[in-house]
């Protein structure tokens, strides 16, 4: 089951986020990219305490589509240093699970 993944990365603002989602799901790097709003960061960045607002994506896809989707990610994201993190999903739905092999490279 651990063939499969969910991304998260924050983002700064909307244009980011749709930039970042049509490509990884238009390239067939995720099956899905979730856009949440409202969330607020806390974050030590050169040895200053920042707070911001950003938006999360969430973005299911397959293990081995990890490398390609972070470079992806990586080319459009304006943060020197943007959180990519991959989370094993351990279990799920299986229709679910073959959709996403079904859409994605």
């Keep these: 089951m651990n063939e499969y993944t969910v991304i998260f990365c924050t983002v700064p603002n909307n244009d980011v986020a749709n930039a970042i989602a049509e490509k990884v799901v238009g390239e067939r790097l995720a099956a899905c990219a979730n856009i949440v709003p409202g969330l607020r960061s806390i974050y030590t960045w050169k040895g200053a305490v920042c707070r911001d607002d950003e938006l999360?994506?969430?973005?299911?896809?397959?293990?081995?589509?990890?490398?390609e989707?972070?470079?992806?990610?990586?080319?459009?994201?304006p943060y020197e240093v943007p959180e990519i993190v991959?989370?094993?999903?351990?279990?799920?739905?299986d229709a679910y699970l073959s959709w996403i092999t079904d859409v994605t490279r």
């Excluded at 989707?69 to 994201?77: G, K, M, N, P, Y």
């Excluded at 991959?86 to 739905?93: C, E, F, K, S, T």
């Design 69 to 77: 989707l972070r470079a992806a990610i990586l080319s459009a994201h």
């Design 56 to 67: 999360l994506l969430v973005m299911k896809t397959k293990q081995s589509l990890f490398e």
């Design 86 to 93: 991959a989370l094993p999903i351990v279990a799920g739905h």
